[in-house]
């Protein structure tokens, strides 16, 4: 159990906190200056923003919107495909916990969230430091 779990989220910060967080975050990705860890993001920025706020909103106790567009998140077998090492579970984070001070997320609220963005960024790591499959 993380700590979103023990209230809301959703209910407290809104779906449209939950749109900003993620703009904010993937323009902070589309601008990475490094090709290792840009080049794994599609290059359609709106459908990667909705598919993330629409992902959180669920995860965070609101309407199942990400279920009903795109099914089961299922998120270790959505990002199989993208090389996702230590390092860039480490970058995500960088990028994530920016978009959080940015919006203006604070206190228990991003701290809740950094514990859930911690633990599922490493939880699909699927690359170990010499780029060997680890799953």
């Known amino acids: 159990m993380f700590k979103i779990d023990n209230h809301n989220l959703f209910e407290e910060l809104g779906l449209p906190k939950l749109v900003e967080l993620s ?8 601008a990475d200056e490094d090709p ?5 993001f ?5 459908s ?3 598919n993330q706020y629409e992902f959180f909103a669920q995860r965070l106790g609101g ?10 998140p ?3 077998a959505r990002h199989a495909s993208f090389p996702i090492t230590k ?3 480490e970058r995500w984070l960088e990028h994530m916990n920016a978009a959080l001070d940015e919006v203006g997320i604070a206190g228990i609220q991003k701290e809740a969230l950094l514990e859930f963005f911690t633990d599922t960024a490493f939880f699909l790591q699927n690359l170990d ?3 060997q499959r680890i799953y």
Do not use: E
Not at 36 to 40: D, G, K, L, T, V
């Open 23 to 30: 703009t904010a975050f993937y323009t902070r990705v589309y």
């Open 36 to 40: 290792w860890f840009r080049n794994m």
């Open 42 to 46: 599609p290059d359609d920025m709106d």
């Open 48 to 50: 990667a923003i909705q």
């Open 63 to 72: 309407p199942q919107i990400y279920s009903a567009r795109k099914g089961h």
């Open 74 to 76: 299922a998120l270790r």
């Open 87 to 89: 390092r860039a579970a």
């Open 129 to 131: 430091d010499s780029n």
